[in-house]
């Protein structure tokens, strides 16, 4: 990943390998009722290598708000599979991870869609130049280019105007200029004068039409020969391609044929469409290369196209002086459906010059998202300093209008690596504030939930020495939560090996899972279930939240009926890369054993290498 | 010896440091807030503009400006030695640049935020598009462009007089918008 440290970037969940459609179910909300979805085993397993398993908490605490005991006896089933890590160096991970600004959402699938999982339609094409709706008809006709005015400089990309070639003194200039005309590059100055021979307008318009006119390189002339040799070919045959039924038979013939190695070919009255080659493909002619060289010697190789002005242009010009302009590329507006619904998820006004979206369901405004920082402004992300204990906060940001509460997991040791970097989220639970107007904020008072909040988050960490503020939730604002996270990297030795696998890369997997009271889908056809929820949720959630318990009883209140909505992702945080062992610093806690000690199966260690690690297996 | 160099921005009239001796043109616009500084004479010719907030600094040699030149916002002028900086006629200096150059020829265009070396010398005609950069000591010959990072082209367009002419029409026009605030350098 080249982008600056640090960086979040979000896993899609279409890398894994299961269907697209049984991946819908997970944002779903729990049911009892249900079977336990496809997500749940990573969502609800405890973890060997979770810091919350660890440090000795009970499943139910770290995981179970919402997880009744029904989930749990599901996950223990599935807990001998310790295959559940996200690993960021996996070859597969790469191509699901983006960032956040990337990433669209599904409204109906309930889940992120990523730029490989979504469709791309063109509403229309149109000039960047002079904003022109160009249909698709011509589009085909006449290729992307924009075949009014536009042209771009050859020499230095810049766009063209139109100019007269003889400069008219001011005093004689009249409203009307008189040709003939170049166009010429208002930044370094390139005119179509400059051409050999010179390419001069007679009138300021219709530009394109003129310039096909005066465009007769050797390059074109070739092309009508070889397309007037193949029509005349084709217009003997041209009865075999009338569109009758015959012809459908005998195209089906060609493809059978095809498939059974040419035994087709016999027999069945089917008969090949027999082409013959052009005697000459191309014709080279002497003189003029000769005359190539002569120009050569006499200009210079200043005097030389470079290789992308000769690629970008058909005729492949070699020197400066056959360059031609270049007509503007047309772009595209495009709207984008979501691979496994079909649902649109971006739909741009179809009219150019309109900026704006009728449909834009960006990932942005549906799930929480995760920012970092440094707590200490010393450190730099790009020398991590073996065996010290960096700080960062971690920042989850609520963009919904319902609070959520926030569970983090990330893997004791950063997994896919011989030499993975301790990782501790000191507080892995909390809540996150809704999304309201700026001003409710300001106009009420302090929010009693968040003290209560805070102490609940005290009593289900592990108690720990220093400053409480670190151990809790560090802050917390009207629709955000910051946390502390801790990193201790290892020492890296500068081999070969580490340097090809960029060991010294540290990204860190955070399983974020999200839950919160949302209003019931009216659309939702699993009525029994959703009404079974908020009783359930009622349960489970008040003895770890207070402001999630008043929110839930409020709501089973409330004959509108709520449900409790899950909703998770892995994301990756590239924090930076570790650099040289620094004299004194040498580990301050007992957390160097790079080694796991036994009985503790951390993946990691065990699939050394990112080249060796093996894909995960399909899980039915 | 150096004088201390005027805060930008302070009219020069109201400051306490003289100004370095001026000749200027009856003609020439000059606008509020011009910042002269140095003791070298500075010199400019008929019909030029000087946009507000341009310096002018004559410390290490004198500054010759020729006729029809607009100079604009937040550009400098430095000298950078004794033998002075020239601007010939008709060069356009846009805003925000920098120009230690020892001679910039007749109809060039700086354009914005473009940096000029130290004693470098820029030919006649010559167009040095934003944000270019020019070597100390650089010797640029006639009509060369200056284009994208280090880009150097010659000018064959032939539009030199066109230029010229609009450069006339763009004087004409500033001199009826900016307002004219010579008296307060005239000492």
């Known amino acids: ?25 997970s944002a779903r909300p729990i049911s009892p009722t249900k079977s336990p979805t496809k997500r749940d085993p990573s969502v609800g397993l405890p973890d060997p290598q979770t810091p919350v398993q660890r440090r000795g908490l009970q499943p139910a605490v770290s995981f179970g708000t919402a997880g009744s005991s029904n989930g749990d006896d599901d996950e223990n089933l599935e807990d001998e599979d310790g295959e559940n890590n996200f690993d960021p160096r996996d070859p597969r991970a790469a191509f699901s991870l983006f960032p956040i600004e990337n990433l669209l959402y599904c409204e109906d699938c309930h889940q992120i869609r990523c730029p490989r999982c979504v469709q791309d339609e063109i509403v229309c094409w149109y000039c960047p130049s002079c904003l022109f ?18 042209y771009l400089c050859p020499i230095c990309t810049a ?159 070699r020197f400066l002086t056959e360059l031609k302009p270049v007509a503007v590329l047309l772009r595209t507006k495009r709207s984008k459906r979501c691979r496994a619904c079909r649902h649109i998820l971006v739909k741009p006004e179809s009219k150019v010059q309109t900026t704006r979206f009728r449909i834009r369901l960006v990932a942005l405004n549906y799930i929480p998202s995760v920012g970092i920082k440094r707590l200490d402004p010393s450190i730099t992300l790009t020398s991590l300093i073996p065996h010290k204990t960096h700080r960062f906060l971690l920042t989850v940001t609520n963009p919904l209008f319902d609070p959520i509460s926030v569970s983090l997991l990330t893997p004791r040791f950063t997994p896919g690596t011989e030499y993975p970097s301790r990782v501790t989220i000191l507080c892995p639970e909390f809540e996150v504030g809704a999304n309201t107007d700026v001003w409710d904020d300001a106009l009420m008072s302090t929010k009693p939930a968040i003290p209560a909040m805070t102490t609940g988050a005290t009593s289900a960490g592990t108690p720990r020495g220093g400053d409480a503020r670190l151990e809790t939730v560090y802050e917390q604002k009207r629709n955000y939560t910051s946390v502390v996270i801790e990193v201790v990297p290892p020492e890296i030795p500068d081999s070969r090996e580490t340097r090809i696998r960029d060991d010294r ?100 260690p065990r699939t050394p290498g990112v080249a060796k690690t093996p894909l995960r297996s399909v899980r039915s | 010896m150096a004088p201390p160099r005027q805060r930008p921005g302070a009219a020069s009239s109201s400051s306490s440091a003289p100004l370095p001796p001026l000749s200027i043109d009856p003609s020439v616009l000059l606008s509020d807030a011009i910042s002269f500084s140095g003791t070298f004479p500075i010199t400019i010719g008929a019909n030029t503009i000087l946009h507000p907030r341009c310096k002018l600094n004559s410390t290490e040699g004198p500054i010759i400006v020729g006729s029809n030149c607009i100079v604009s ?60 950069t020019v070597p100390d000591g650089e010797v640029l010959p ?23 002419e609009t450069l006339l029409a763009h004087i004409d026009c500033l001199k009826k918008l900016l307002p004219n605030k010579a008296e307060k350098y005239n000492r």
């Open chain 1, 505 to 604: 890369l540290l990204e860190i997997p955070i399983f974020v899972r999200v839950e919160f009271e949302a209003e019931v889908d009216r659309d939702d056809d699993d009525a029994s279930g959703a009404l079974s929820k908020p009783s359930l949720s009622l349960n489970t959630s008040a003895g770890t939240a207070g402001g999630a318990a008043s929110s839930a009883s409020s709501a089973a209140g409330n004959p509108l009926a709520r449900e409790r909505v899950e909703y998770s992702y892995w994301c990756v945080v590239g924090i930076g890369r570790v650099g040289d062992p620094v004299e004194g610093v040498v580990a301050s806690e007992p957390n160097t054993p790079v080694r796991t000690p036994v009985g503790t199966p951390v993946k990691a």
């Open chain 1, 133 to 150: 709706e160009v249909p698709s008809s011509t589009v085909k006709s006449d290729g992307n280019r924009c075949t009014r005015n536009c």
């Open chain 2, 73 to 132: 916002e937040k550009t400098q002028l430095i000298a950078p030695d004794a033998d002075g900086l020239v601007l010939g006629d008709y060069v356009l200096v846009e805003v925000n640049c920098t120009i230690h150059a020892a001679r910039i020829g007749e109809g060039t265009s700086v354009e914005v935020g473009a940096k000029l070396g130290k004693a470098c010398r820029i030919g006649n005609n010559c167009t040095l598009s934003p944000l270019s």
């Open chain 1, 159 to 317: 766009l063209l105007v139109v100019m007269p070639v003889t400069h008219s003194p001011a005093g004689t200039a009249s409203d009307t200029p008189i040709g003939p005309f170049n166009l010429f590059c208002s930044h370094c100055h390139w005119t179509t004068s400059d051409l050999q021979p010179p390419i001069q307008l007679e009138k300021p318009t219709s530009i394109s039409a003129q310039l096909a006119k005066l465009s007769a390189s050797p390059q074109d002339a070739e092309f009508a020969r070889l397309k007037q040799h193949y029509a005349q070919q084709l217009g003997n045959a041209q009865e075999d391609f009338a569109n009758s039924p015959a012809a459908l038979t005998r195209l089906m013939g060609l493809y059978a044929g095809l498939g059974t190695g040419g035994a087709g070919r016999k027999g069945r009255g089917v008969k090949k469409l027999e082409m013959k080659e052009i005697d000459r493909p191309r014709e080279v002619a002497e003189e003029r290369e000769m005359d190539a060289v002569e120009r050569l010697a006499k200009a210079g190789l200043d005097a030389t196209t470079n290789t992308k002005q000769r690629i970008s242009q058909p005729h492949e010009p």
């Open chain 2, 142 to 164: 006639d009509y060369t462009v200056l284009y994208g990072e280090t880009h150097r082209r010659l000018d064959i367009s032939n539009t030199a007089a066109a230029r010229n």
């Open chain 1, 1 to 25: 990943m080249s982008s600056p440290f640090p960086y979040i970037h979000i896993s899609c969940p279409c890398n894994e390998e299961r269907p697209q459609l049984m991946a819908v179910d």
